[in-house]
């Protein structure tokens, strides 16, 4: 890493440049095309995922939510009387290349409005230039910084400080525990920010935190941490992480010998967890945004067509990106415009916009309050145990 | 006072694993006095080629697990030969800048190339050897662990064997003296230099699958950080002594782990690197090492 780091920044701060010359261009080039304009020209819009990588799992689930989504709509006419055209871009899971492909995506491909990321340190990487080109992003990160970059920057699902509190909540009436060790990625804006509310919210009612257990991303070996939160016996372990590492420390935990439940956040929405795990997840519970067994009609069709289409059971992250392409058909409808300043003012007024992962009603920080589903590990998989509403 | 042996086992278990891949490093610069970037490149791909041969053997079975082992031990041997006979031996002779630079472009080649015949998505590695654990108090020790310790010290003193007790161990000593020297008295060197690569790039591929059987997720760039601490290792045991690889790697793998058990656990690589500093600043060819004017 350190051999290839300077070689890659010269190169990425080229490419930066590049790009830049790029959108001082656009403006240009648009003109050119509309003039050219016969037959109903698509609405671009941008996306950028982790399609390859340590998180690949979520890009891929992303990709397959919002192709569907497109899919349908173009089945359906389009907007506006104008197709759909849905730019995928792959930041391969890697710190620092989201805001490069973001920029590519405005400045070359001149989408509308972005989709992405599930992660909320690569969300604020893309933010800051979604922002300065005011072009609306709709992100999935549920970090609170992801919207307050600005005001083109707009979220579909919930944030940590709802997320926290209610796995907190669960900590403490559902299990019992008052006394938690948290163990947390501190490479991770995601991570630390969900450490942050769920130990805010044990302390205030009531319960302390023994031990507060730090890792970075990309590590492997989690036994020296685990080994001092064994020692401090703590009545349950709040794991924070994304699902890579968090399958490696739940084995290496339970091989340990730690016996407490272990409890975490929708970072370990993925079915690599369940691979790395295995029957080592016993007794463990995360919240998540989504569930199959979510009995609402729009939670019900969602599951149809994706079923149909992909053969396979949705997972927690394709809804969330079905139902952004939801939000941005329902701003440009009722914008009537494709102006990327008429789409941001439309997606700031959606109020009970129906949706495969709840109802969505913008607040004045451009978050929705959604419901969170706590889910726990029974017969090999992760189940629905109750919801959350906020 | 279990929290102290829990955490011994848990450092010494990794440190031997950086100790293996030391050895390859230590071996290479001991023969061609050139630091094999790409020997964290050929750790990975070890653990690959135990990936994928684990899918052929029933999974938990002794035999099938050493069939593995032996399989990618043998892959990596015969790339590591390859990789020096198309790569450096052309190079030698010439500046040791050049074989280095070289040595991190093979390096960038395989994780690159790794990321697109493997895929960039982390796999997770099949279980193939039994596992149990094992409970003494509060002390609990996994089968994997004890296994990693068990191989890498076998590997260790077959190593001092093969390079004290036989033939080309001698030829390798002899070359790693004075090569020169060594092709007057009838040495073949490139024989040696094959065979060096050979036997370093077959410890690294153990490497792979014990560390892939301990941390059970992998992929294309796995070896980089396990090859940057086997790296320092190899320099804090002394480069292009043995036994102070295996010295080395034990030392980095327990501070590494009793600081990350500590509240400083997020500054456990700089404290580890910082130990290697002052290490240096008071002993410049490391613990083991002899000091040698720099010959060119």
Same mark, same amino acid.
């Given at each position: ?390 | ?45 070890g653990?690959?080629i135990g990936?994928?041969l684990g899918?052929l053997v029933p999974e938990g079975t002794l035999w099938g697990g050493l069939l593995v082992l032996a399989g990618a031990m043998i892959g ?50 099949p279980p193939i050897f039994p596992s ?11 089968s994997n662990?004890?296994f990693v310790?068990g191989v890498?010290?076998a590997l260790?003193?077959g ?5 004290? *007790?036989?033939? #080309?161990?001698? +030829?390798?000593?002899? $070359?790693? =003296?004075?090569? @020169?020297? &060594?092709? !007057?008295? /009838? ?15 077959a410890?690294?591929a153990a490497?792979?699958i014990l560390?892939?059987l ?53 500054? *456990?690589?700089? #404290?580890?690197? +910082?130990?290697?500093? $002052?290490? =240096?600043?008071? @002993?410049? &060819?490391? !613990?083991? /090492? ?7």
């Open positions: 890493m350190a051999r290839s780091a300077a070689t890659r920044q010269s190169i990425l701060s080229l490419a930066a440049r590049f790009a830049h010359r790029l959108v001082v261009l656009a403006p240009s080039l648009l003109l050119s095309f509309s003039v050219a304009a016969a037959t109903p020209e698509p609405i671009k819009i941008g996306a950028y995922a982790s399609l390859t990588g340590k998180e690949a799992a979520w890009g891929q689930s992303y990709e397959k939510g919002s192709r569907l989504a497109v899919h349908e709509i173009n089945a359906a006419g389009g907007i506006l009387g104008r197709p759909v055209q849905l730019i995928f871009e792959d930041n391969q899971s890697k710190a620092g290349e989201s805001a490069t492909v973001a920029r590519k995506l405005i400045s070359r491909d001149a989408v509308v409005a972005l989709l992405g990321e599930v992660s909320s340190g690569r969300s604020l990487e893309a933010a800051p230039v979604c922002q300065a080109a005011r072009i609306p992003m709709i992100s999935s990160g549920s970090n609170p910084r992801v919207t307050e970059v600005g005001s083109y920057i707009f979220r579909v699902n919930y944030i940590d400080p709802f997320q926290g509190t209610v796995m907190a909540k669960f900590a403490k009436e559902k299990l019992g525990a008052k006394r938690v060790a948290l163990l947390t990625d501190v490479t991770n804006a995601y991570s630390v920010g969900l450490a942050k509310y769920f130990r805010e919210k044990i302390v205030a009612d009531g319960g302390t935190i023994v031990l507060e257990q730090k890792y970075s991303a990309g590590e492997r070996d989690f036994k020296a941490q685990l080994t001092t939160i064994r020692s401090a016996a703590p009545a349950a372990l709040f794991v924070p992480g994304y699902y890579t590492e968090v399958g490696l420390i739940v084995a290496q935990a339970r091989e340990l010998g730690f016996k407490a439940p272990i409890l975490g956040g929708d970072g370990w929405a993925a079915p690599q967890l369940v691979e790395l795990g295995g029957s080592a997840l016993a007794d463990t519970y995360y919240c998540d945004n989504f569930s199959v067994e979510n009995d609402s009609a729009e939670a019900q069709a969602f599951i149809t067509r994706y079923r149909s289409r992909y053969n396979e059971d949705p997972d927690s992250i394709s809804p969330l990106a079905y139902d952004a392409v939801g939000m941005l058909r329902d701003a440009i409808t009722r914008a009537g415009s494709t102006e990327p300043e008429k789409i941001r003012a439309a997606l700031a007024t959606i109020r009970d916009l129906p949706g495969a992962s709840g109802s969505i009603t913008v607040d004045a920080q451009r978050n929705p309050a959604k419901p969170a589903y706590i889910v726990a590990f029974r017969e090999g998989r992760f189940r629905f145990l109750e919801t959350v509403r906020p | 006072m279990s929290e102290f042996l829990q955490q011994l086992l848990n450092g010494l278990s990794l440190g031997a694993i950086y100790a293996l891949i030391a050895l390859g490093y230590t071996m290479v610069y001991g023969v061609l006095r050139f630091i094999n970037f790409a020997h964290s490149e050929v750790f990975m791909v653990a690959f990936y994928y899918k990596c041997a015969i790339l590591g030969i390859l990789v020096e006979r198309i790569v450096y031996r052309p190079l030698r002779g010439g500046p040791t800048i050049n074989v280095l630079i070289t040595a991190i472009g093979v390096s960038l080649l395989l994780q690159y190339t790794g990321q697109i015949v493997f895929g960039a998505a982390p796999r997770t590695f149990a654990n094992f409970h003494l108090g509060t002390l609990t020790i996994s662990q004890l310790i890498a010290v260790m003193i190593l001092q064997l093969i390079v004290f *007790k036989t033939k #080309i161990g001698t +030829a390798m000593r002899a $070359v790693s =003296l004075n090569p @020169k020297a &060594a092709q !007057l008295v /009838g040495v073949n060197n490139n024989v040696v230099i094959s065979f060096t690569f050979g036997l370093g790039s410890l690294a490497g792979g560390y892939a301990n941390y059970p997720s992998i992929d294309p760039l796995m070896g980089v950080m396990p090859g940057l601490k086997a790296f320092v290792a190899a320099i804090l045991g002394g480069i292009g002594n043995i036994p102070g690889a295996a010295l080395g790697g034990l030392i980095l793998g327990t501070v590494e782990t009793f600081i990350g058990g500590s509240q400083f656990s997020t500054y *456990k690589d700089a #404290i580890a690197f +910082a130990i290697l500093i $002052v290490i =240096l600043l008071f @002993k410049p &060819a490391g !613990l083991l /090492g002899k000091f040698t004017a720099e010959k060119v």
